[in-house]
């Protein structure tokens, strides 16, 4: 497959607490980027963080990138409903045919 | 709105039909981007253009498929003799590429659905 994997697939919480998604890849990457959709709509960009980074922060949004392991985790703090939407990283990939690979997607579901 | 517009929004077709996308990207963008998305998966890549220069196509896309961008500004998609499995929401997305980073703009998605 082309595409990286997320985890879990679907998430449900409360509102107010945290939501935690991770993203697993598979080759070097020049940077890793976070991505919100709601249903059937398009993407919407929440946050870049280059390969010599390890955590980045916007807003309620905590990323962080192990590139020894491969993988990033997306933090949300504090949900809101509003937040209920699919969530995918895009790696950029320093070789390779494809530029930007996208992940499965967490679902994530806030309940009010 | 992040300022990406793409026409139709939505179209059906019978297969065996030819059907054509436009994606207008933000007006300063260098960079345009096609992918093809089906139910509960993410956007998968299809082609990318710098300026009107198509630099990528992925090996999943076949010959039926082909897209331009005249003068580095819109862009379209064309899909002929259409097939069932090419029913999918298809993504436009632009971006200004700078020597930091790379951030891309979606527009909202042509849906595609082959009768």
């Known amino acids: 497959s082309q595409q990286g994997e997320e985890d879990p697939q679907a998430l449900s919480i409360q509102e107010g607490e945290n939501a935690t998604m991770n993203c697993s890849y598979k080759?070097?990457?020049?940077?890793l980027q976070w991505y919100r959709q709601n249903s059937g709509r398009g993407l919407v960009h929440l946050i870049l963080?280059?390969?010599?980074?390890r955590e980045k922060h916007s807003g309620r949004l905590r990323v962080t990138l192990d590139t020894s392991k491969k993988s990033s985790s997306l933090l949300i703090t504090a949900s809101r409903a509003a937040d209920t939407a699919s969530y995918f990283c895009?790696?950029?990939?320093?070789?390779?045919?494809?530029?930007?690979?996208f992940g499965t997607g967490t679902r994530l579901k806030v309940l009010a | 709105d992040t300022g990406v517009s793409q026409d139709p929004r939505h179209k059906i077709t019978k297969r065996g039909q030819n059907v054509t996308f436009r994606c207008d990207p933000i007006?300063?963008?260098?960079?345009l981007y096609w992918y093809r998305q089906t139910l509960g998966q993410g956007p998968e890549f299809l082609t990318y253009?710098?300026?009107?220069?198509?630099?990528?196509k992925s090996r999943l896309l076949s010959d039926r498929f082909s897209a331009e961008r005249p003068k580095g500004s819109f862009s379209t998609l064309e899909i002929q003799r259409t097939e069932q499995g090419d029913s999918a929401m298809y993504l436009c997305?632009?971006?200004?590429?700078?020597?930091?980073?790379?951030?891309?703009?979606f527009g909202p998605g042509t849906r595609l659905l082959v009768l």
């Open positions: 997305a632009s971006s200004l590429v700078t020597a930091v980073q790379e951030t891309q703009y």
């Open positions: 080759t070097s990457i020049n940077n």
């Open positions: 963080i280059r390969s010599n980074e």
């Open positions: 895009a790696t950029e990939y320093t070789s390779g045919t494809y530029k930007y690979i």
């Open positions: 007006s300063e963008h260098n960079r």
């Open positions: 253009f710098q300026n009107e220069a198509q630099l990528e």
